[in-house]
């Protein structure tokens, strides 16, 4: 896609091979030059952002429509991408679902944050519905950026400054943009934070659920607390069918009545658990749509909980700040979650 004349310009690419250079999928630059070139420019000290864009759960389209839709995505992802960057910088694919760019025309925070927030909301790029043979399915990703020399003195630094970025963005939900900032992300352990293993939160909820000393309601308390903090969500709450409620944290004032536990009870009908993606629209739903308005809450995940074969209770994952894509572990946690109450209140 990227011709001769576009790579030309920069010094980096004067006597490369131009089939060389280019990722035969998408067309854009392939991963040893789209990093060979940052690490040119961090050597020359060119000031540049660099971000990694990493479409979330792509892995579902593949599983779902086959690699050849999956393909197909990529290479659309990667032309409308290379596109709208144009002429202000480069884009190449990093591997897999991943794609860097490095821009130049701004590296400050307010520059950077005004340019991808622009990008994300155009429609243009991500956030937007793809159509590959005939197959349609909505596509949102999840970018980290960076900026040399502002955040990073050299290109390793500049590169895990971008990553925990990304790390950061992943576990606030997806379909967001982070923009480093040192105070808030230098200590971020990309890759390495154990309490966020299944394994680790599965013992650990186990141990709360265990302690006899606790009333059950304070041991759902605390199984809610951590939870909340562990996945780091707005917030979650037990919501019983007689229409009390048990909140976690500091309490999401969840006002539950007749209105929400019918939503909860037609969204978990058919299945015990409800998880909204990137595809589910709210306003597609009238209940829904005012549901989430007056709460102040953008997505949530619910799920129904049985005792001998009656609903009991739901419990419910909150999101206030961005649409969160929900995950596998995430959905994991929460049926396990309702086989401890379960068996708590049984």
Same mark, same amino acid.
């Given at each position: ?28 630059? @392939? ?12 050597e020359n000290n060119v000031e ?87 197959? @349609? ?9 960076? @900026? ?157 909980? @049985?005792?001998?074969?009656?609903t009991f209770a739901y419990l ?20 396990y979650l309702n086989k401890i ?6």
């Amino acid at each position: 896609m990227y011709t001769e004349e576009d790579l030309k310009k920069y010094d980096y690419f004067k006597d490369i091979d131009i089939n060389y250079a280019l990722d035969s999928l998408t067309g854009v630059l @392939s991963r040893p030059n789209i990093l060979g070139f940052a690490r040119h420019l961090v050597e020359n000290n060119v000031e540049f952002m660099m971000g990694i864009l990493d479409i979330d759960n792509f892995k579902l389209v593949n599983d779902n429509y086959g690699h050849k839709v999956g393909d197909g995505c990529l290479q659309q992802l990667g032309s409308s991408f290379a596109k709208y960057v144009g002429d202000d910088g480069l884009v190449g694919r990093f591997g897999g679902d991943e794609f860097i760019v490095i821009y130049f025309k701004g590296t400050e925070y307010d520059d950077v944050h005004d340019y991808i927030e622009k990008m994300f909301n155009s429609g243009e790029i991500v956030r937007k519905k793809f159509k590959v043979d005939k197959v @349609s399915f909505y596509v949102t990703a999840t970018i980290g950026c960076a @900026s040399f020399p502002k955040d990073a003195k050299n290109y390793d630094e500049l590169f895990l400054t971008v990553d925990k970025a990304l790390y950061r963005g992943k576990t606030k939900g997806r379909n967001c943009f982070i923009v480093y900032v040192e105070a808030k992300h230098k200590n971020v352990e990309v890759h390495m934070r154990e309490q966020s293993s299944l394994v680790n939160m599965f013992t650990r909820i186990s141990e709360i659920a265990s302690n006899n000393k606790n009333s059950i309601e304070c041991r759902v308390r605390n199984i809610l607390d951590y939870i909340t903090v562990a996945l780091q969500i707005s917030e979650s709450a037990l919501l019983f069918a007689d229409k009390s409620t048990i909140v976690s944290g500091d309490g999401y004032n969840c006002d539950i009545d007749e209105n929400c536990l019918s939503i909860f009870e037609n969204l978990t009908k058919n299945d015990s658990l409800f998880i909204p993606n990137g595809i589910f629209d709210f306003t597609k739903n009238e209940k829904i749509s005012k549901f989430v308005a007056e709460k102040k809450i953008i997505t949530f995940m619910a799920s129904r909980i @049985s005792i001998n074969k009656k609903t009991f209770a739901y419990l419910v994952l909150f999101e206030d700040k961005i649409t969160r894509i929900w995950q596998e572990k995430e959905a994991a946690l929460c049926l396990y979650l309702n086989k401890i109450v379960e068996l708590l209140y049984k």
